[in-house]
């Protein structure tokens, strides 16, 4: 997780996991305040020291990489380098961001970070992503890995949760704030986080983190207060995180907070650093918007409840000795650099070069938004290659999308789905500039087709509707259903709907079809109107007019879609 809001923070609204895919979320980065990323660089900024715009810095973990470019611009440097292990973040930060350099990198290792290369390295609310991945010792790799990458007398900065020191606590939450019980925030079997009381969530939690059970706790009447009595650690998680209802299911995966206060020291010390300093840095905004007046902590020490407040995050700092010396190194920074992978690209007349690698060139047969796809003329002629395209701003939306045709093709099998095989890809990525697939059997047509011809056939629409369903319910994954990459494909003279993407997203609750989906398949000027084999995206008032209008909307494919999908994945 990764909060998302600060003091001076106007209150955004609700947005989602600031963690999630490619190709669908970029409207949420948009929507994060300025304002609250300026907060965030001001909790760690101050303890840069000197700095100028020659300071090598490192962004470990930088995500979007927003405060990345963030500082970089505030500083007027081109020298911060932002650290991602995910292609999807470096292939959404490189498509949104223009000063910073991105490098691929496990941050528990930072091979491309030479040692003694940086002024500064800073962790920003990622330490509980690398302990959830990578366990407490990946959180030790990293430092040491940080350690060795300083120069002389370079700086750590890591921001995160704090985990209150050991102890119980009593808790007092509002009970009346929603429903009580689970069933009554369940409607069509779809269980709703956001309408349970506090205090029927905070069971929820019990039940469900780190596997359930995780802690002991009891309800007790103290004071005339109805309290809680729990270890501190376990207060603190539910308090941080009681507010992400819409993305419950994911952030309960999650445990925030790793170290105190004493234990950040520790590890710290371990790794090598000196000069440690441990800063309080309470959210405000949580503060004031999420906890005040709404939980309360407290200590009891036999006369009476004590009030208590544990600091929502901290800031340590951390030094590496100007005399202390790892063994140098003579290499650079190695950034990703997306223009010299599109330039190894070489589509020549009769034959497609990547590398070493040299495909047999056939007819173009589609380009779609982000690719090409070419027949590949080896004299079978059943298979395709995809590549990126060089022509389109949006090629790094097309390095994410072979990235989920290449792996995640164990997906849509646990689905179930019928797709088009993929056989080659690039070996050296991903990044992947290319893949080689199934060719489309001939005579199959594009559900888009289809629509706008009036041949969706109601077996065709109970199938799509079925996937749906099924990912809907899994409640970990979702589809791509742009009919553009749809195609009815006959088999053994049964027709069947065969996915020709692998776009795979994790799992969104808001997505409710308002990016690709229902309203193309139901509206064929959704798909009539498309550029690029791609269905246009209804905007949201498109989508929210759709929905009032659904349970009346009376066609022949919006009453198969009706008959067929669950009825808790329906527009609403
Ligand atoms: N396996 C295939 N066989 C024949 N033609 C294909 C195949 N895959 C794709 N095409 C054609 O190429 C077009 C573009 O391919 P694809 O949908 O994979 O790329 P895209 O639209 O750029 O990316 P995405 O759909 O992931 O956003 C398709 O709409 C289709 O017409
Ligand atoms: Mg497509």
Not at 135 to 151: A, N, Q, T, V
Request: charged share 25%; with cysteine.
């Amino acid at each position: 997780m990764e909060s998302k809001e600060r003091e001076g923070g106007l209150p955004p609204k609700e947005t989602n996991h600031l963690i999630s895919e490619t190709g669908r979320d970029l409207t949420i980065y948009g929507e994060l305040m300025d304002a609250a990323l300026k907060a965030k660089a001001a909790s760690i900024m101050p303890y840069f020291g000197e700095v100028s715009d020659k300071s090598i810095i490192i962004d470990v973990g930088s995500g979007t990489g927003q405060l990345a470019e963030y500082i970089s611009r505030e500083l007027h440097s081109s020298n911060v380098y932002a650290v991602d292990f995910s292609h999807d973040m470096l292939a959404l930060a490189a498509a949104n961001l223009s000063k910073i350099n991105l490098v691929h990198d496990d941050a528990t290792k930072l091979d491309k970070i030479p040692n003694e290369s940086a002024d500064i390295i800073y962790h920003g609310t990622v330490g509980h992503e690398i302990q959830t991945f990578r366990g407490i010792s990946g959180l030790d790799d990293s430092l040491h890995s940080s350690f060795r990458s300083l120069k002389p007398g370079g700086r750590e900065i890591w921001r995160d949760f704090v985990k209150p020191p050991e102890g119980d606590v009593y808790l007092e939450i509002l009970t009346n704030d929603g429903f009580d019980t689970v069933d009554k925030a369940t409607q069509n079997g779809f269980l709703n986080y956001s309408l349970l009381s506090t205090k029927a969530l905070f069971d929820c939690f019990h039940c469900q983190f780190k596997g359930g059970n995780a802690f002991n706790y009891e309800d007790v009447t103290q004071d005339g207060h109805n309290l809680i009595k729990l270890p501190a650690k376990y207060a603190q998680e539910f308090i941080l995180r009681k507010d992400y209802t819409a993305n419950w299911r994911q952030e309960i995966e999650e445990e925030y907070t790793y170290w105190t206060q004493d234990e950040a020291k520790s590890a710290f010390e371990k790794s090598g650093f000196t000069n440690i300093q441990i800063i309080d840095d309470d959210n405000e905004y949580i503060r004031n918007h999420r906890l005040t007046g709404k939980v309360a902590l407290y200590t009891y020490d036999g006369s009476g409840l004590k009030p208590i407040e544990f600091s929502t995050h901290m800031v340590i700092v951390g030094q590496k000795e100007p005399s202390a010396t790892t063994k140098t190194e003579e290499r650079e920074i190695e950034p990703i650099n997306f223009t010299s992978l599109l330039d190894s690209i070489k589509v020549k007349n009769e034959s497609i070069k990547i590398d070493q690698q040299e495909f047999p060139k056939g007819e173009l047969l589609g380009r779609g938004q982000h690719k090409e796809v070419y027949l590949v003329d080896d004299g079978e002629n059943n298979k395709v290659i995809k590549i990126v395209r060089k022509d389109m701003t949006t090629f790094y939306s097309a390095f994410s999308s072979l990235q989920q045709s290449v792996e995640r093709q164990h997906i849509l099998d646990n689905f179930g789905i019928k797709y088009m095989k993929i056989y080659d890809y690039d070996k050296n990525g991903p990044p992947y500039r290319f893949l080689v697939q199934e060719k489309i059997p001939k005579g199959s047509l594009c559900a888009s087709e289809l629509i706008v011809n009036g041949e969706l056939k109601e077996e065709n629409i109970a199938q799509m509707a079925q996937i749906v369903n099924a990912f809907e319910n899994s409640k970990q994954w979702q589809i791509d259903t742009n009919p553009f990459n749809w195609y009815r494909v006959n088999k053994n003279g049964k027709t069947e709907m065969v996915y020709i993407g692998g776009t795979v997203y994790r799992y969104n609750e808001n997505w409710s079809f308002d990016k690709v989906g229902l309203l193309q398949w139901v509206d064929p000027r959704y798909v009539e109107t498309s550029q690029n084999q791609s269905a246009k995206i209804p905007n949201q008032a498109e989508f929210q007019d759709f929905a009032r209008r659904w349970q009346k909307l009376d066609t022949k494919y919006a009453n198969w879609w009706k008959k067929y999908l669950n009825p808790n994945v329906q527009p609403k």
